[in-house]
């Protein structure tokens, strides 16, 4: 029977070559992980490169900047300890930190712009007064029209006297005359145009109106229509109000105080050049 039993060939037994083959895979595996661990980005670049070479990539992508990572493979491997990053990575964040401060404006700097943006809106809007002043100088005598400034608004008044009879929203022949010399200086002058009427605190109630909301709002329009028989001055521009006796000038305890809040009041507004136009010349972000 000794005799039928197959002899064994001589050697290491066949299954250690298995073995040793899965010995050496986990041995590349766990050295592979440990390569990915941390990133080093100037040798992945450079792989990468090789890589694109040998596999014949014709494909150019510009990577203008080394990508961000810390190590494929650290010369220096220390397991019990935190990879330290790589000199890049600080001077990436020592330039991010640079340029944070350089883009950021300090408020002061901000309040500064803003306040001298707004002395130049003050500046033009005072030059542009004393120019509608000279073409009304005559009116201006004569105590028919007045020009005051306020902040950013020119303020146009029209007395009653001389422009409309008493309780009446027509205006006198001979004024159209003044409407057409004011209707040349707001076609010259930029900003949104307030036509505001105004009346003393005697009430009025006769078949055409009912009471001095209804005679101030009935006089501002008659001032727009004057006004826009000017082809220059654009109708966006304008809006009505009627504030009957409700902003008077001074206390109506008098015959002459009660002339004085009677009138028409042109507004002219600049605040919204110093929100957009101005703050865009300087160079500043709005909002």
């Excluded at 040793?20 to 992945?44: G, T």
């Excluded at 009025?204 to 826009?228: M, P, Y």
Aim: a negative charge; charged letters at 25%; aromatic letters at 4%.
């Amino acid at each position: 029977m000794a005799d039928d039993c197959p002899k064994c060939e001589k050697g290491p037994a066949p299954w250690l070559a298995t073995f040793a083959d899965l010995m050496s895979l986990l041995m590349c595996f766990f050295v592979l992980l440990l390569s990915f661990a941390e990133i080093d980005a100037i040798r992945f670049k450079k792989m990468a490169e090789s890589m694109r070479d040998a596999f014949g990539v014709q494909r150019e992508i510009p990577a203008p900047e080394i990508v961000m990572g810390t190590s494929v493979i650290k010369q220096e491997f220390s397991p019990s300890t935190i990879p330290e990053p790589s000199l890049i990575d600080e001077v990436r964040q020592q330039t991010t930190d640079i340029q944070k401060q350089n883009l950021d404006v300090p408020d002061a700097v901000a309040d500064a712009v803003v306040e001298a943006a707004r002395e130049k809106v003050l500046m033009e809007v005072e030059q542009q007064a004393e120019e509608i002043r000279q073409a009304l100088r005559l009116e201006i005598e004569e105590n028919l029209v007045s020009v005051e400034t306020e902040q950013t608004k020119i303020i146009i008044r029209i007395n009653e006297k001389g422009s409309f009879p008493s309780g009446s929203a027509e205006l006198n022949d001979d004024f159209y005359g003044v409407m057409v010399r004011i209707s040349e200086a707001v076609a010259r002058t930029p900003g949104k145009v307030v036509v505001a009427g105004h009346t003393d605190d005697v009430p009025i109630s006769n078949s055409r109106f009912r009471s001095n909301w209804e005679l101030s709002s009935a006089r501002a329009v008659t001032v727009v229509h004057a006004l826009l028989d000017d082809p220059e001055v654009d109708p966006k521009r304008i809006a009505v109000e009627g504030h009957a006796d409700s902003q008077p000038l001074v206390p109506n305890d008098s015959v002459e105080n009660r002339a004085i809040n009677r009138r028409v009041e042109l507004i002219i507004q600049r605040g919204s050049d110093l929100d957009n136009g101005h703050l865009l010349d300087l160079g500043l972000p709005q909002g």
